[in-house]
C-alpha cells in the first residue's frame, strides 16, 4: 500500500468530481444597471414576499414572480389541494440510504420536470440537518447521522433539481436538529463541532452550486439565525455563496438586526418587519442602503438563474463544479420511483436466505399472507409541511398481489390492528356533495351574517385553504364543509371536526359539538396543517345516509386548516390479531407490514419513545410463532425499536417509500431486484440506555454537548451495541475484501488546494447472483483533546460483479478527511497522526486495514 503524507491545510478540498465546466462570469454590471432602475421603497418591497408561496414582481426591471413549493419528497406547489397530485419520491433517509448519488441526481431531475409542470422556482429542499438523535420528528426529512453522506446526498439532489432550470434550497441553516420548541431554542454548540459536523453539508451544497440557502428558526449560540453572523461568515464569505439566503416562513422577528445581517429574503409576505419598518429604518440610516442594494442584486440574480428576469433571459449558471447535464424526465416516471424504492430498501436480518421468496430456479410461494395496518395502506410520506397529494399508491398488498398474478398462488390480507388515532377526513367512498351528488365534500365560504362568498366540491374533508379562490376565501368569516355520508357498518360511528377557534358539528338535526378550540401551540404545522380537534360519537344503520356538517369561525391568526371526518366502530383488536395469525399460519410465507403514524412521527414534534404504536410488537410475534417464514416490513422514517428482530427470518427496511412503494417492495421480496441500501443512521436496539443526546431545551437552551459524537460515533465510544450499525445491509449475494491500496491526489495547481488520496478496494462476489456492494472507506487518526481520533466515514463507493468476479472500488477521500477546525486561527488545520485506512461494508465491520505515515 502507498503511504499518504496529507499536507497542512486552510482550504475546502476540492470537489471530487472531474470534468466540471466552468461557469460562466456573474453578469454584475446588467444586474447593477436593473437595480439601479429602482427606488429604495420597490427595491424594500422586493425583500419579502408576495404571498405565502409567491415572491413580488417589478415591472421596470422585467421581473415576475416567483412561485415557491415545499419539498423534499415531492412538489405540491403552491396550494394544499388534494386536486392538484404531485409524483410522490422516496423520503430523504430512503435516498440517503441507497448511497447512490447518480439515483439521487436522476430523482432531483424529476422533481425540477414537477416543479416546471406546477410553474414552481423555487423548491424548498434538501434539508441537511443531521440525524442527532432518532427521537427527532423530522428525521425522515433529513438524510442521516453522517455529515460525508448527507454532504454528497444533498449535493446530488441540489445538482439534479438546478440542472432543470429549478432553485434547490439548502435548509435549515444550522443546527436545526430536533423540533422541540425549534422556533425558538437555542443550540449551544462549540465552533469545532459546528464547522466539522454541522456546516459541513451546507459547505458541501453551496460547493454543488446551490441558488439558494434558507436560514433557520432557532437560535445558535445566542443568535437567531435570521440574525446570525454565520449567514455572512462562512456562508458568504469564504464559502463564496451567492445565492438568496431566505428566511423559513415566519423566522423573521425583527427589522434593523435581521435587515442588517445577510438574511437577503423575508417570506412569507408581504413582511411587517420587513416593510414600512425597514423603509424608515433605511432612511433614517439605521441600516445602511448598501446592505439593501446586495440583497436586490441577489434576488435579481436568483431571478435570473431560473428564467424570472426578462432583463437577463438567456443566462443560466451552471448548478455548481460537477454539473451534468439534466437527463430527461422517463417517459414513465413510476419506472425511477420503483427503482428508487429498492434502491433504498435496507435489508437487516436474512436468516437462511428466506428472501427472495422465489430465488432465481425456485418458484413463488403458493400461498402468501400480507398482515399489518400499513400493508393495505402503507406510509409513503413523512407528516408536516412537506407533504403532497399523490395521484395513486401502490400499497404492498397491491405490489404482492400483482407480482404473484398469474402464478396461482393465493394472498389473504389481516389488519390484525389498528393503530390511528387522529380522526380520518371524508373521503369519495363514503361521501358525496350535497349539492351536486358527486364524490366528495362541499365547501363553502360564508361572511359574518352567513351570506355565501363562493363555494367549491373537494374530494376531501381535510381543507387546509381554499383551492379555487383563496383570495375570496380570505373575505371569509367561517368556512363550512358538508357531506352525505354512507355508513358502510352499524354501530357507534365516531364523527369529528378539526380546526382551532369557534367549531361546531351537526350530523342531520342533531348539534353534536359547539365549542371553541383554544389553540395548544403557536407551531405553524400544528397550527396549519394538523390543529387539534373535537369528536362525538353517535349511532348510524349502514346504508342509511346522514347529512354531515362542520363549521370553524377563523381568525387570523390561527390559520385556515378544517376538516370533517368519521371513523366507523374498530372490531375487536384481540379477535383481530387471532385472525391474522390464523391467517399466518395458513399460509407458506407471512409478511407483516409495521410502521409509524403522523401522530408519533412528524414535523412540529419530537418522539418520546421509539416504540412501534398500537399492539404491532404483539402482532409480530404472535405471528411469527406462527409461521417460521415471517418476514416484517419496517415502515418508517426513522428508528424504531424491534423487540422481535431476532425471532423473525427477515427483516425489510422500507422507510417511506414513496407512491411506488408496492412494486418496490415486490421487486425486492420477489428477487427481481436486490435490496440496494445501506443504513445511513445507526439504529439502537432501544432507546433506554442508547447513547443519544436528548431534544429537550433547558430554559430555552439545547446543549450539543455530545461534541462530534455523533451516532456511531456515539456508540463506538460508549462501548455500546446497537441493533445495527451505520452502513449496514444486507443484498442477495456475499462480497469478500481482498486488497486496499492507497495513492495521494495531486494538490490544485497554483490555488493552494491540498491533496487527498484515492483509495481502491478489491472486492469478490462469493454469492451465487449478481450484486452491488457498497465499499465504505473509514479514517481513524490521532486523538487530541477534543476528538478520540475513532472511525469517521471518509468516502464510499459502490462497485457491482457477478457471481466469482472481481471488481475495484475506487474511494476518494477528500483533503478535508485529514483537517480539523481551528477555532482560534479561524482556518483548518492537519489533523494530528498517525493515520489509518479501513475499508468494509459498514460501520462495525472493516477486514481491510493500512496505516498512513506522516
Known sequence: MTMITPASVSSPAPDPEPGAPEAPPLPAAELDELAGRLDLAAKIRLLSGASTFRTQAEPAVGLREMGVSDGPAGVRGER???????????????????????????VGGLLAAEARRKQIDILLAPTLNLHRTPAAGRHFECYSEDPLLTARTGAAYIRGVQAGGVAATAKHYVANDSETERLTLDARLDERTLHEVYLAPFEAAVRAGAWVVMSAYNRVNGLSMSESPLLAEPLKGSWGFDGVVVSDWGAIRSTEESAGAAQDLAMP??????GQALLAAVREGRVPEAVIDAKIRRILLLAARVGALDGLPG??????????????????????????VSAGCVLLRNEGGLLPLAAAGAAAPRSVAVIGPNASAARVQGGGSAGVFPAAVVSPLEGVREALAGTGARVAHAEGVYLSTRPTPLHPRIARDPRSG????????????????????????????????PELAATAACVEVSALVTPDVTGQWRFAVVGLGAVTLSAGSQTLVDTYVTPESQDPTYVHVTPSYRVADRQVTAGEEVLLVATRHWEAEHGFAVALAADPPRPDEDAAIRAAVELARAAEVAVVVVGTTDEIESEGFDRTTLALPGRQDELVAAVAAA???TVVIVNSGGPVELPWRESVRAVLLSWFPGQETGHGLADVLFGHTEPGGRLPTTWAAAAEGAPVPGTEPAGGVLRYTEGPYLGHRAWRRAGAE????????????????????AEPEPAGEGDGEPGGARVRVRVRNTGTRAGREVVQVYLTTGADGYDDGGPRLAG????????????VAEVVVAARAFQQWSAPDGRWAARPGPYTLHAGPSAARQPLSGPLVL
Do not use: C, M
Open 80 to 106: 394544499w389541494d388534494e386536486r392538484d397530485t404531485s409524483l410522490v419520491v422516496p423520503s430523504p433517509t430512503a435516498l440517503a440510504a441507497a448511497w447512490d448519488d447518480d439515483l439521487v441526481f436522476e
Open 269 to 274: 409576505g408581504p413582511h411587517p418587519l420587513w
Open 315 to 340: 443566462y443560466r449558471k451552471p448548478a455548481g463544479p460537477g454539473t451534468r447535464p439534466v437527463p430527461p424526465v422517463p417517459a414513465d416516471a413510476a419506472a425511477l420511483l420503483r427503482r428508487a
Open 438 to 469: 358527486e364524490p366528495g365534500v362541499l365547501v363553502r365560504y360564508l361572511a359574518a351574517d352567513g351570506t355565501e362568498i363562493h363555494a367549491e366540491h373537494r374530494l376531501s374533508g381535510r381543507i387546509l385553504e381554499s383551492g379555487d379562490a
Open 627 to 629: 409461521n417460521p417464514r
Open 722 to 741: 446497537p441493533a445495527y450499525w451505520f452502513g449496514h445491509g444486507l443484498g442477495y449475494t456475499s462480497w469478500a475484501y481482498e486488497e486496499l491500496e
Open 796 to 807: 464510499y463507493a459502490a462497485v457491482r460483479a457477478e457471481p466469482g468476479e472481481q471488481a
